[in-house]
């Protein structure tokens, strides 16, 4: 705490509160204007906002400062949380001791304080390059303190300052951690400033968060709801940046929208329900409509990659929203097999194997890590949404077998039938280890029908005809859904989320495989079957449009804050005494307590954990 | 160097395994015989699998597109030498390794009896008898209807069947050696073996054997894909020094294909599918070579493990284009063909000029006689033996 000595200005109007704190910050801001780089940063900087170079020493002393009363005005939890990212630029630049502070959350309740503070100075001083471009974010409750805190004199001014600041915690979640906002900004045509030596940083320090890690600190069928015990990298008192909080299961309603196109089309030219008078049209407006969707949904996705690479990776490293990275690609194949006749009768070949490309890759990928063991084999993540990684492989091979290829269709059944049995079974075995089945009934368990159905249809294009195979996949798919359809009323009470989209298209597709039936083995029942399928979907779709606009603009909650993606590396220190593992797998209950169990005696969340491990962790510990 | 913890032993392991390999290490020169005794097992069979099914693979590839039959016919002059050079050269390592492998039985029984008990070994000892089938089948001169052809293939599927009856029961009776505990990659070799004979047999024209036999390994191979990529126990059922056997994860697939051409005539639907499952299995490994680098490091009898699956993969390749002519399907096989001849070249001649690794004192399957403990009971020791 060298900095604390020093009392060159004191403030006025700083809080009471903190009178040790604002000389620290000041002390050391000071310290670092001096020194020639900073300077010559912080100058370049000012020069082409027009700022005077000595108030934005203060704007930046200022805006730590508001920082600092906002994060200590909450929780210990907040404060903790906003400094323990590790991958920040703005660590590289600090001394080691204080970087290590910022990853044991109880060690800053105590001496370490003004160090933090200090570390916070060198976040204002040195990072100015990082925040000053970042995207300006309202913050209305902290320009609220900042303006109680006194300094009304340049609180205009400082509104970007503070706004950039905050952005700093979503950096690293940048793409680069924020030098490509930097870069980008750069070739708008601001002035070049000199590469830090702190950019230079990173590292693998963002490397690819194991899949323990998702387990261990989330819950909950999507696993996005976190762990009372566990922390996660971003405020989560604040609305994150909007890209940040839109996730990859966005494309459910690509798929949702999509396979309705692809049931109106179906109705309408099907002989079987001619007796519907089904239009064309709907078709086409649906078609219309999912066209948009895509591109809309994949244009934000796309700025999402390029501005937030990290927090794709970390969507891509979770066991669940994995698998909704082939919905993209899924939702272009029913494009195009939705594709209005109007608009031409028989698409290109080269267009299918174009679809199928990134499908394969992905399957490479995730199949072969399926099969590699390791930590993501598939009896630890085996989970429902799964059935997402299997479909395409059906779909891909419907849709090429209606174009009239033959071996590429064969070759995507053949390894989607395969690795569908696989999952099948383990999913039915519903293995102790396995951690990211729900145990009661959620609507992601509808996926359990969407590959039995394609399947069928699938297997009736290659051969041509509607043969057993295809029916007995048909009734598979069938004894499914009415097995979940009886139990509908055990979906209750879940938390709406835009992956429910996704499970839409099995319930079309079901009734697609239905009409297909119906125009092969023509009677009432059938016929009857038919109607009520498409009725249901239909109307699950519309209710789930009506459930999506009232969460969109009534309550304005279509984005949460995606917490799945915003866990810590690594477990917070106190909790790790009372980390509640699954029932079942003892080694790591060993192994937990032989890695983690400290001697510390005091625990902030000693009344909120389960009690029986808890004794026996006490005990242990206490009789050391 | 890896170092692999030894497992917890729930029996004690028979001695004589570590006595007689410390006995032997010193005298090494001196007593070649007794040694090669010692340390030889029924993986050394890989060599002669390769080779019966490069020999198979030739044989095929060189003869003109006919039914799919293997019929006495009077190839040129080139063909048949050059066939007959590779099929001698197999049956006289067949031979040799036999003969070893047989005077083990006689003085080393409890050995033998060891390697059955070891969970990766145990499938091995179907081995010998799919690389007997094979030389059968790919011998230049002899035809499948001939009666000598017939007693010779009872002759070496009876042992299968015999096989087939002690492991697979024990895969759903046995309290310890049930499937959760000892699958591994390894035991796909099993169902090759139901399958080679099912093709066997489906050339000799007895209908009801061979599909009685696919049917057999079929269904074992389903349970065992299953398990096999749930993974249960994660990676230490096998040690990292045997990873090539997970090459056999694509040679089940591709020798099923073979079988249902044979059974039912022509390379149909079913054939073609397993045939892409075996070509995606295939990618998804030759992708992921990280998965290989631990085996690597030094030559072992292992790496031949990586030659018969990918001969395998050829054959059907050319099967298909038989079927399917283009110039994707063509491409294939003269790949996949390419890739075989060159793994094997590049295995005898490591083998020629590393005799002495082949013979190595620590290798996995001599070492770890104990089963592997169940999965959910322990912590995380592996299964593996030390190596240094």
Known sequence: MENSDENQSPREDSPEELPSLIRAITAHEVAGFDSPKDHDDTKVQLQSTGFHPLSASIFGIEAAEAEDQTGLSKSQRTHSVSFSMPPSPIEAHIQNTKRVLFRDTETILGSSLPNSAASYTNFGAQTKQARFYSQPMPKGSVLNQATTSGKSANLPLRNPRIEKLRDNRYDSFKTWSGKLERQISNLRGKRQEPEQGSQAKQPAQMESVPVDRYFDALEGPELDTLRASEEILLPDDKQWPFLLRFPISSFGICLGVSSQAIMWKTLASSESTKFLHVSPDVN?????????????????????????????????????????????????????????????????????YILMTPIFFLELKIYGQWMSGGQRRLSKVANPSNHLSIVGNFVGALLGASMGLKEGPVFFFAVGLAHYTVLFVTLYQRLPTNETLPKELHPVFFLFVAAPSVASMAWARIQGSFDYGSRIAYFIALFLYFSLAVRVNFFRGFRFSLAWWAYTFPMTGAAIATIRYSSVVTNLVTKILTVVLCLVATLTVTALLVTTIIHAFILRDLF??????????????????????????????????????????KDIEASVCPPSYNNQELSASSAK | MEIQTSPPEHHPPPPINQTVVSKFVPKRTKNLVPLILTRIHAGYFRITLSLGWQALLWKILLQPIQDSKIAIRAPELFYSTILTIIWSFSLVILIVLSLLYSLKCIFRFSMIKAEFMHHVGVNYLFAPWISWLLILESAPFVTPKHVSFVILWWIFAIPVIILDVKIYGQWFTKGKRFLTAVANPASQLSVVGNLVGARAAAKMEWREVSVFLFSLGMVHYLVLFVTLYQRLSGGDRLPAMLRPVFFLFFAAPSVASLAWYSISGSFDTPSKMLFFLSLFLFASLICRPALFRKAMRRFNIAWWAYSYPITLLALASARYEEEVKGGVSHAIKLLLSGLSVLVLLALLLLTAFNPKLLLPDNDPILLTTALPPPPHSSNSNSTTAPLC
Do not use: M, Q
Request: charged share 15%; aromatic share 16%; hydrophobic share 45%.
């Open chain 1, 284 to 352: 086409l407006v649906l078609w219309l409509i999912s066209i948009a969707l895509v591109v809309i949904v994949a244009a934000v996705y796309a700025l999402k990659v390029i501005f937030y690479f990290e927090a794709v990776r970390r969507e891509y490293y979770h066991p669940i929203r994995v698998n909704f990275f082939f919905a993209p690609w899924i939702a272009l194949l029913f494009l195009a097999l939705g594709v209005p006749p109007s608009f031409s009768k028989t698409l290109h070949a080269s267009l299918w």
């Open chain 1, 560 to 601: 949460p804050n995606d917490i799945g993606i915003a866990i810590s590396d690594r477990k917070p220190k106190t909790t790790r005494r009372w980390y509640h593992r699954r029932s079942g797998s003892s080694e790591s209950n060993v192994e937990n307590y032989l890695k983690y169990s400290n001697s510390n005696g």
